[in-house]
C-alpha cells in the first residue's frame, strides 16, 4: 500500500503549486492589461496632442497676415484643408473636429483678445478615459508658454468636467 501512496503523490501537483501557478498567472494577465491601458493612453495622448498642435500652427498660418482671428472657425480650418481627414466627421456642412475618445473640438478667437485663439475640447465627463487623456494635455506650462500642446499658449483645464481650453498666441 505504502508504495502505491507514494506512485499517487508523485505523479501530480501538490495543492500549493497549483495555487501558486494560478496566482502567478493571474498577476501576469492583470499587468498586461495594466501596461496595454497605460500604453493605449499614451498613444492617444500624443494623437491629441499632436491634432491641437497641427490645429494651432495651421491656424497661425491661415492668419499670418490678418491682425486678428476673430473670423477664425473650426469650419474654416476644415475648408482650408487645416485639419487631417481622420478627425472629421459627420456629413458635409455639418462636419466636426473630433479627438481620441470622442474629444470635441471648437476653434475660434478669443473672447477676451483678439490677437488670440482658443482651442477647446469637450469629452464626456463619465469617461476615465477622457479625462486622464485632459489631465496629461493640460500639464504644466512652462513660462515661456511650453508644454504638450506646443509653443505659445496657456491651458485652462475642467478636467473633472471633461473641458480643456487652450488659448494660443501668434
Known sequence: MKKTFAKMRQR???L???ILAIAI???????????FNQSQLASNT???SRAIVSISSESRALYRTAPDFSNLTGAELMEAGAVAANLIVG???SEA???PYEG???VGPNATEPREFDVSVAWDATNDNARALCTRLAAEVSPGGVGPLGTGYTATNDCVN?????????
Open 25 to 35: 498567472t493571474l498577476g501576469l494577465i492583470v499587468g498586461g492589461i495594466v501596461l
Open 104 to 106: 470635441t473640438v471648437t
Open 162 to 170: 471633461g473641458n480643456l481650453t487652450a488659448t494660443f498666441t501668434r
Open 97 to 99: 473636429i473630433i479627438l
Open 16 to 18: 500549493i503549486e497549483v
Open 12 to 14: 501530480g501537483y501538490g
Open 46 to 48: 500624443t494623437d491629441a
Open 91 to 93: 456629413e458635409e456642412g
